[in-house]
Every structure is written in C-alpha cells, then in structure tokens.
Nanobody, 126 residues
Framework: QVQLVESGGGLVHAGGSLSLSCAAS????????MGWFRQVPGKEREFVAY????????YYADSVKGRFTISRDNAKNTVYLQMNSLKPEDTAVYYC???????????????????WGQGTQVTVSS
C-alpha cells in the first residue's frame, strides 16, 4: 500500500506563486516515477508534470512549461510542484500520483498511475 498526502493548495492572485507538496509513505519502488495532474468539473484529468524516481527524466505539459517545476526531496520522500506566474486557467484540483511499475507507453496518461493523492484545490483569481 502506498499513501500519498498532498498539501499546499489555496487561493492566489494571477501572477502569484504557490507550492504543492506530496508526501509518500508505504511501499516505494525506485523505478516508479511521480506525476502531477489537474482536473476541473466536467473535464478529464489532465497531465501537468512528470519526474522519474531518480530524476533523470522530466516532462511538462505545454501549458505550464517555463512556469511550473516538479522536484523531489528523497530524504523527505516528498514530491513538489512549484507553480509560478499563475493564471486563472490554472484553477483546478491538483493531484499527485505514482506511476505504476512495469512497462509504460505514455507518462501523460492518467491510466498509467496506480496511486493518487486526495487532491488539493488551487484557485487563481483575476
């Protein structure tokens, strides 16, 4: 069993910054990467960022490139998402997730992740 606990969501003005945290506990797999997704009501959960467990590979959605940064503190077993220059379009519930061990084809697909955090609301006002 893997537990993912998110924190850091809140309300910010456009142009502001916010940092999300995802603390992992339980079983860990060194080959499993971590991702961030976001979702708004009535829409599918969409990919935001991905980082391999050892950090050798990172990917970002085009909509957040240059503004968001995914990182990991191995000592704290925590994954972060630093969000800068926030826009109202970034408003969503943000989720962290562990990519399932095994063979993968698309790091941006929510169906390749097996454990998810509870989600944290990020609201960006105009």
């Amino acid at each position: 069993q893997v537990q993912l606990v998110e924190s850091g969501g809140g309300l910010v003005h456009a142009g502001g910054s916010l940092s999300l945290s995802c603390a992992a506990s339980g079983r860990t797999v060194s080959t499993a990467g971590m991702g961030w997704f976001r979702q708004v009501p009535g829409k599918e959960r969409e990919f935001v960022a991905y980082r391999s467990w050892r950090g050798s590979t990172t990917y970002y959605a085009d909509s957040v490139k240059g503004r968001f940064t995914i990182s990991r503190d191995n000592a704290k077993n925590t994954v972060y998402l630093q969000m800068n220059s926030l826009k109202p379009e970034d408003t969503a519930v943000y989720y962290c997730a562990r990519r399932a061990p095994g063979s993968y084809t698309d790091y941006s697909s929510r169906f390749e992740y097996d454990y998810w955090g509870q989600g944290t609301q990020v609201t960006v006002s105009s």
